[in-house]
T-cell receptor, first 112, second 113 residues
Framework: GNSVTQMEGPVTLSEEAFLTINCTYT??????LFWYVQYPGEGLQLLLK?????DKGSNKGFEATYRKETTSFHLEKGSVQVSDSAVYFC???????????FGSGTRLLVRP | GAGVSQSPSNKVTEKGKDVELRCDPI?????LYWYRQSLGQGLEFLIY????????KSGLPSDRFSAERTGGSVSTLTIQRTQQEDSAVYLC???FGQGQPQHFGDGTRLSIL
């Protein structure tokens, strides 16, 4: 079946550190891939997306590259801020589908 | 506002009671989705509407759960005879159509005593 696996958290970093949150997926065909972020007390916000192999999604300093050969979509940021503290969800959507399949989420805590 | 609006933001009720959760999607969005976020289960898809029709109800966990959408806009998720395992955050999302990015509301936190 289709699934998304994320690294377990929490991930604790100091401000300005480099961030990587790993995400791998299992799916047939060519799914679209997404990163969503959930700030405390809020709903999910779309952070970035990629719809085909080798696409790079980017937003707010975050990047992720769709790697079909490794079935991965790792999230990276060069210098995190305290305000980036949140839960990050990797998700996929199959071709011509509507249902998002989410990973379990990774909590990021950035300390000053 | 411009985003997906859900109400109430928090709901506490006794086991066995019925609850209704409301979702007001972004204007013009024809597709609407309900998800549930609970400890141990993560984020699960519940149901999808295209217009007022629900072609996929496969995620509804039991026949105590039902949802409707009227006028191609507001949707209501109803849980009858609530159980403690229904405690979760219920998230609604909408999109311009199937395959378009989904925009989420802030959710309704449901607590069953």
């Amino acid at each position: 079946g289709n699934s998304v696996t994320q690294m377990e958290g929490p991930v604790t970093l100091s401000e300005e550190a480099f961030l990587t949150i790993n995400c791998t997926y299992t799916a047939t065909g060519y799914p679209s891939l997404f990163w969503y972020v959930q700030y405390p007390g809020e709903g999910l916000q779309l952070l970035l997306k990629a719809t085909k192999a080798d696409d790079k999604g980017s937003n707010k300093g975050f990047e992720a590259t769709y790697r079909k050969e490794t079935t991965s979509f790792h999230l990276e940021k060069g210098s995190v801020q305290v305000s980036d503290s949140a839960v990050y969800f990797c998700a996929l959507r199959k071709d011509s589908s509507y249902k998002l399949i989410f990973g379990s989420g990774t909590r990021l805590l950035v300390r000053p | 506002g411009a985003g997906v609006s859900q109400s109430p933001s928090n709901k506490v009720t006794e086991k066995g009671k019925d609850v209704e959760l409301r979702c007001d999607p972004i204007s013009g969005h024809t597709a609407l989705y309900w998800y549930r976020q609970s400890l141990g289960q993560g984020l699960e898809f519940l149901i999808y509407f295209q217009g007022n029709s629900a072609p996929d109800k496969s995620g509804l966990p039991s026949d105590r759960f039902s949802a409707e959408r009227t006028g191609g806009s507001v949707s209501t998720l109803t849980i009858q005879r609530t159980q403690q395992e229904d405690s979760a955050v219920y998230l609604c999302a909408s999109s311009f159509g199937q395959g378009q990015p989904q925009h989420f509301g802030d959710g309704t936190r449901l607590s069953i005593l």
